[in-house]
């Protein structure tokens, strides 16, 4: 196979590719980003391409009039005030935005931001629930607070076993039941799965103190409670924190992180109703306990429109989708299964994701020869549209509440009723493509972080700008847009599908998560293969304004801001991780 053929036709060879590794600049530290220009350029335009007559109305072209959006709206501006913490400005794409770095030297504060509170309940061992107790619990510790973070769990629950074996006994009053806990409990953090919350949130509300404070993970809840026309109980304060991350991820880098000051997990935070003025401090003290590096404000609403559409697109979804149609599409060419699931999934949880982490999009495409370079340019033109078109549909489908309702109705199709059984959620990774991958990792050097493969990484990147230009043009933040479309792929999530593959990243997540995912991968499998590929194959010319928008967009400065206030310090994911969901800990390839 001709090491010069070009993808349109065929499958290229990876001579080139295979063995490729991006080289450190010896000059320049890890979070160098020197190259990505601080210019303000002109944001990106959905274009429509002229018809192509040999296309037969498919791919890109049809694709941009489809999906052709409004004016990007201005992120509306999310000043706070804290009396604690220090608050800092960030320049981000030319918005002002505020944050607060974390840091263990600021636990003493603690005590402080959570003057008044003398329970913390966590309630729900799920993805969040293990991480955020043990690390809240651990840096309260550290502050020398006498704050007890108590576990609360439904009778009978097979996490009661779990809880013990992390710390949390009845003995020492840091384990009970659930509404007993909310019940004694001064800040409720709500960390069960949201079907449940959707379905028991009355009793929840009950239970609570007047003036306590209910902290959730997600705004899945409020948007639930919207759908009816209902709101919070305003007897209480409602905050949210939102870790840019699972919660294996959350406790990983925290245990990882004590030996070097701010490592974890970015989150956002929301202040929903405040009744007594505390609940900024206590928000950001929760978030700081997590060991994030860095919060930044946004709205409940925001946060659980871009958090659910984030889960079904580039963070978890899409990628499974994209990388299942590429594997398919290399292997049918003659490249072999074992090649193919290295130029698909170990480029892009590999060197791709280790690149834009540590040095942005930009450093992906430059790192390639000229004729690469067109590989990509080729792969992101065909892929761009047909992503967004997908994205667009996923966006409205949560903003309407329509993804949100979906996820309640699954939640209830996990038990047998109205005389037909139950469908819990099945296998993701028992097909051909996922044994090849044991394989492939069984026998790989450690530290391999794969080839450096440019049409895959034109797909990826395609993706991940498809996505950013979405939620921009929605009005989110490019705080939020950055961490939901970049730093949590890439840090956070793509690592557990290097080691494991995708089960092992999807699993760990929560059940909304892993619902979505389902759902949405097939579709973005479908369209690539149908629209993306079909318009590579029929030649289809590479659409300049595309790739010129994609060279001067504003978002790689933005980034770089972002990745500035990155500890230096990676998450690590051994096969045989013990700080998983339970039942995905075994020693297995």
């Not at 601080?38 to 944001?43: G, I, T």
Request: aromatic fraction near 8%.
């Amino acid at each position: 196979m001709a090491a010069t053929t070009s993808f349109a036709t065929s499958v290229p060879s990876a001579s080139s590719s295979l063995s490729k590794t991006l080289k450190s600049d010896s000059k320049s530290s890890s979070l160098n980003l020197g190259f990505l220009s601080s210019k303000a350029f002109e944001p990106l335009r959905a274009r429509v391409l002229p018809p192509c007559d040999n296309v037969g109305g498919t791919g890109s072209a049809l694709a941009a009039r489809m999906v052709s959006t409004p004016l990007i709206k201005t992120p509306v501006p999310l000043d706070f005030e804290t009396s604690i913490f220090k608050k800092e400005k960030v320049s981000l794409a030319g918005h002002d935005e505020y944050i607060v770095r974390g840091g263990r030297d600021l636990f003493h504060f603690l005590p402080d931001a959570f003057k008044g509170i003398k329970q913390i309940g966590v309630i729900g061992w799920g993805s969040q629930g293990p991480a955020q107790a043990q690390n809240l619990r651990d840096s309260l510790v550290e502050a020398k607070s006498d704050i007890v973070v108590k576990v609360g769990l439904r009778k009978g629950s097979k996490s009661f076993a779990e809880a013990r074996a992390a710390g949390f006994t009845e003995e020492t009053g840091t384990l009970g039941d659930i509404y007993e806990t909310i019940s004694s409990s001064d800040l409720v953090m709500l960390l069960i799965s949201d079907s449940a919350q959707a379905d028991n949130y009355e009793k929840i509300f009950s239970h609570m103190k007047p003036n306590s404070i209910l902290g959730l993970s997600h705004g899945f809840l409020l948007g639930h409670l919207q759908s009816f026309g209902l709101d919070f109980p305003k007897n209480i304060s409602v905050i949210a924190v939102c870790p840019k991350g699972m919660g294996p991820s959350v406790r990983r880098l925290y245990v990882q992180g004590k030996e070097i000051n701010g490592a974890g997990i970015n989150s956002s935070f929301a202040v929903h109703q405040d009744v007594d003025g505390r609940a900024t401090d206590v928000a950001l003290g929760w978030s700081v306990a997590l060991g994030s590096p860095f919060t930044f404000a946004t709205t409940l609403e925001q946060e659980y429109k871009s958090d659910i559409f984030g889960e079904r697109g580039i963070l978890l979804g899409a990628v499974h989708g994209i990388v299942e149609c590429l594997f398919r599409r290399y292997t049918e060419h003659g490249m072999s299964e074992e090649l193919a699931y290295k130029n698909t999934v170990e480029s892009i949880t590999g060197i791709i994701s280790k690149t834009i982490s540590t040095q942005g999009m930009l450093a992906v495409y430059n790192a390639f020869s000229e004729e690469e370079k067109k590989e990509f340019e080729t792969a992101y033109s065909a892929s761009f549209y047909p992503c967004m078109d997908i994205l667009y549909e996923c966006y409205e489908d949560v903003a309407s509440g329509s993804e949100i309702r979906s996820v309640v109705l699954a939640g209830r199709r996990f038990y047998e009723k109205d005389g037909l059984p139950a469908f819990p959620m099945g296998k993701i990774d028992q097909t051909r493509m996922w044994k090849v991958g044991e394989k492939v990792r069984s026998v790989r050097p450690p530290g391999d972080l794969g080839p450096l493969y440019p049409f895959t990484a034109g797909v990826y990147v395609a993706l991940m700008m498809a996505q950013i230009e979405i939620l921009r043009k929605k009005g989110h933040s490019y705080s939020e847009i950055i961490n939901e479309s970049v730093i949590e792929s890439v840090d956070s999530l793509n690592p557990f599908m290097h080691a494991r593959g995708v089960s092992f990243m999807v699993d760990n997540c929560s059940t909304t998560a892993r619902l979505g995912s389902r759902k949405w991968a097939p579709r973005f499998d479908y369209i690539i293969t149908q629209q993306a590929l079909v318009a590579v194959d029929n030649g289809v010319p590479i659409n300049r304004d595309l790739i010129s928008n994609f060279l001067s967009d504003p978002v790689h400065g933005a980034i770089e801001v972002c990745a500035q206030l990155r500890p230096t310090v990676d998450i690590s994911v051994p096969p045989d991780a013990d700080f998983v969901r339970p039942e995905l800990r075994q020693s297995s390839n």
